[in-house]
Protein backbone atom coordinates (compact mmCIF):
# COMPACT_ATOMS: atom_id res chain seq x y z
CA UNK A 1 0.00 0.00 0.00
CA UNK A 2 1.67 3.17 -1.13
CA UNK A 3 1.87 6.03 1.82
CA UNK A 4 -0.60 8.41 0.19
CA UNK A 5 -3.31 5.10 0.37
CA UNK A 6 -2.17 4.22 4.28
CA UNK A 7 -2.53 8.01 4.99
CA UNK A 8 -6.12 8.25 3.44
CA UNK A 9 -6.97 4.80 4.80
CA UNK A 10 -6.16 6.20 8.27
CA UNK A 11 -7.90 9.43 8.09
CA UNK A 12 -11.14 7.94 6.42
CA UNK A 13 -11.23 4.89 9.48
CA UNK A 14 -10.49 8.13 11.92
CA UNK A 15 -12.89 10.40 10.99
CA UNK A 16 -15.65 7.50 11.01
CA UNK A 17 -14.42 6.69 14.96
CA UNK A 18 -14.34 10.33 15.26
CA UNK A 19 -18.54 10.58 14.22
CA UNK A 20 -19.12 7.22 16.32
CA UNK A 21 -17.62 8.74 19.41
CA UNK A 22 -19.52 11.56 19.67
CA UNK A 23 -22.57 9.60 19.08
CA UNK A 24 -21.37 7.53 21.79
CA UNK A 25 -21.70 10.49 24.32
CA UNK A 26 -24.56 11.78 22.24
CA UNK A 27 -27.05 8.64 23.02
CA UNK A 28 -25.04 7.74 26.56
CA UNK A 29 -27.77 8.48 29.79
CA UNK A 30 -27.22 11.89 31.47
CA UNK A 31 -29.06 13.04 34.80
CA UNK A 32 -31.36 15.58 34.78
CA UNK A 33 -28.56 18.00 37.20
CA UNK A 34 -25.65 17.18 34.81
CA UNK A 35 -27.95 18.39 31.57
CA UNK A 36 -28.26 21.60 33.21
CA UNK A 37 -24.78 22.15 33.70
CA UNK A 38 -23.91 21.20 30.51
CA UNK A 39 -26.10 23.35 29.19
CA UNK A 40 -25.42 26.64 31.39
CA UNK A 41 -21.38 25.67 29.98
CA UNK A 42 -23.10 25.76 26.35
CA UNK A 43 -24.83 29.22 27.38
CA UNK A 44 -21.81 30.57 28.65
CA UNK A 45 -19.91 29.80 25.72
CA UNK A 46 -22.80 31.52 23.30
CA UNK A 47 -22.28 34.63 25.46
CA UNK A 48 -18.66 34.89 25.25
CA UNK A 49 -19.18 34.23 21.28
CA UNK A 50 -21.37 37.04 21.33
CA UNK A 51 -19.20 39.44 23.19
CA UNK A 52 -16.24 38.46 21.50
CA UNK A 53 -17.14 37.60 18.10
CA UNK A 54 -16.22 33.88 15.80
CA UNK A 55 -12.57 34.14 17.61
CA UNK A 56 -14.16 32.23 20.63
CA UNK A 57 -15.30 29.32 18.40
CA UNK A 58 -12.01 29.23 16.46
CA UNK A 59 -9.57 29.55 19.55
CA UNK A 60 -11.68 26.90 21.11
CA UNK A 61 -11.66 24.26 18.01
CA UNK A 62 -7.93 24.83 16.97
CA UNK A 63 -6.58 24.60 20.96
CA UNK A 64 -8.18 21.14 20.74
CA UNK A 65 -6.85 20.37 17.08
CA UNK A 66 -3.45 21.35 17.83
CA UNK A 67 -3.21 19.14 21.62
CA UNK A 68 -4.73 15.87 19.10
CA UNK A 69 -1.57 16.66 16.89
CA UNK A 70 0.60 15.26 19.45
CA UNK A 71 1.66 11.75 19.44
CA UNK A 72 -0.11 8.81 21.68
CA UNK A 73 -1.71 11.89 24.18
CA UNK A 74 -3.40 13.64 20.81
CA UNK A 75 -5.91 10.28 20.04
CA UNK A 76 -6.56 10.09 24.08
CA UNK A 77 -7.67 13.73 24.08
CA UNK A 78 -9.46 13.91 20.88
CA UNK A 79 -11.42 10.90 21.67
CA UNK A 80 -11.75 12.57 25.19
CA UNK A 81 -13.30 15.72 23.14
CA UNK A 82 -15.32 14.01 20.63
CA UNK A 83 -17.42 11.92 23.83
CA UNK A 84 -17.72 15.21 25.39
CA UNK A 85 -19.73 17.05 23.05
CA UNK A 86 -21.62 13.77 22.43
CA UNK A 87 -22.32 14.36 25.99
CA UNK A 88 -23.60 18.33 25.35
CA UNK A 89 -25.50 16.45 22.09
CA UNK A 90 -27.35 14.48 25.05
CA UNK A 91 -27.82 17.48 27.12
CA UNK A 92 -29.44 19.74 25.04
CA UNK A 93 -31.46 17.03 23.52
CA UNK A 94 -32.63 15.61 26.81
CA UNK A 95 -33.59 19.45 28.08
CA UNK A 96 -35.44 20.14 25.00
CA UNK A 97 -36.92 16.61 25.09
CA UNK A 98 -35.76 15.90 21.09
CA UNK A 99 -34.02 12.37 20.19
CA UNK A 100 -30.45 12.89 20.89
CA UNK A 101 -29.70 10.82 17.40
CA UNK A 102 -31.70 13.51 15.16
CA UNK A 103 -29.74 16.69 17.39
CA UNK A 104 -26.77 14.52 16.31
CA UNK A 105 -27.35 13.64 12.32
CA UNK A 106 -28.93 17.41 11.60
CA UNK A 107 -25.28 18.83 13.05
CA UNK A 108 -23.96 17.41 9.52
CA UNK A 109 -26.51 19.44 7.43
CA UNK A 110 -24.02 22.18 8.09
CA UNK A 111 -20.86 22.58 6.60
CA UNK A 112 -18.93 23.63 9.65
CA UNK A 113 -19.38 20.39 11.44
CA UNK A 114 -17.56 18.38 8.83
CA UNK A 115 -14.91 20.91 9.00
CA UNK A 116 -14.55 20.37 12.18
CA UNK A 117 -14.40 16.44 12.43
CA UNK A 118 -12.35 16.55 8.97
CA UNK A 119 -9.67 18.34 11.17
CA UNK A 120 -9.93 16.52 14.16
CA UNK A 121 -9.38 13.35 12.02
CA UNK A 122 -6.47 14.91 10.10
CA UNK A 123 -5.23 15.88 13.62
CA UNK A 124 -5.39 12.24 15.49
CA UNK A 125 -3.86 10.63 11.88
CA UNK A 126 -0.93 12.80 11.87
CA UNK A 127 -0.46 11.98 15.56
CA UNK A 128 -0.19 8.61 14.76
CA UNK A 129 1.94 9.11 11.84
CA UNK A 130 4.28 11.01 13.92
CA UNK A 131 4.36 8.42 16.88
CA UNK A 132 5.23 6.09 14.31
CA UNK A 133 7.72 8.13 12.69
CA UNK A 134 9.46 8.48 16.42
CA UNK A 135 10.08 4.89 16.57
CA UNK A 136 10.92 4.38 13.01
CA UNK A 137 13.56 7.89 13.32
CA UNK A 138 11.68 9.53 10.47
CA UNK A 139 10.49 12.74 12.61
CA UNK A 140 12.17 14.91 10.34
CA UNK A 141 10.46 14.27 7.15
CA UNK A 142 6.85 13.68 9.36
CA UNK A 143 7.45 16.97 11.09
CA UNK A 144 7.66 18.54 7.31
CA UNK A 145 3.69 16.79 6.77
CA UNK A 146 2.50 17.33 10.43
CA UNK A 147 3.30 21.27 9.99
CA UNK A 148 1.56 21.46 6.81
CA UNK A 149 -1.56 19.81 7.94
CA UNK A 150 -1.59 22.12 11.22
CA UNK A 151 -1.79 25.06 8.75
CA UNK A 152 -4.38 23.42 6.45
CA UNK A 153 -6.86 22.63 9.76
CA UNK A 154 -5.89 26.02 11.11
CA UNK A 155 -7.23 26.95 7.81
CA UNK A 156 -10.42 24.94 7.53
CA UNK A 157 -10.93 25.69 11.70
CA UNK A 158 -11.24 29.55 10.36
CA UNK A 159 -13.46 28.94 7.97
CA UNK A 160 -15.40 26.60 9.97
CA UNK A 161 -15.75 29.45 12.83
CA UNK A 162 -16.84 31.85 10.33
CA UNK A 163 -19.66 29.91 9.18
CA UNK A 164 -20.60 28.23 11.99
CA UNK A 165 -20.43 32.09 13.90
CA UNK A 166 -22.46 33.74 11.01
CA UNK A 167 -25.04 30.50 11.68
CA UNK A 168 -25.72 31.52 15.32
CA UNK A 169 -26.13 34.97 14.32
CA UNK A 170 -29.03 34.59 11.78
CA UNK A 171 -30.33 31.91 14.05
CA UNK A 172 -30.71 34.31 17.47
CA UNK A 173 -31.43 37.07 15.17
CA UNK A 174 -34.22 35.51 13.99
Given at each position: MSRLKARVAVFLALLILCIFI???GATSEIESEEAL????????LREATKTVGFQVIF?????????????ILGPCWGFYVLYNTGRFIAAVSALKRINPVLTFFVMF????????YISYALAISESLFLAYSIFK???KAEFASASKL???CAALLLVAALIEFHIISLLESS
Open positions: TMIKLSQNLNDGNNFMHALIMFAPFFPFTWMERGLIVF
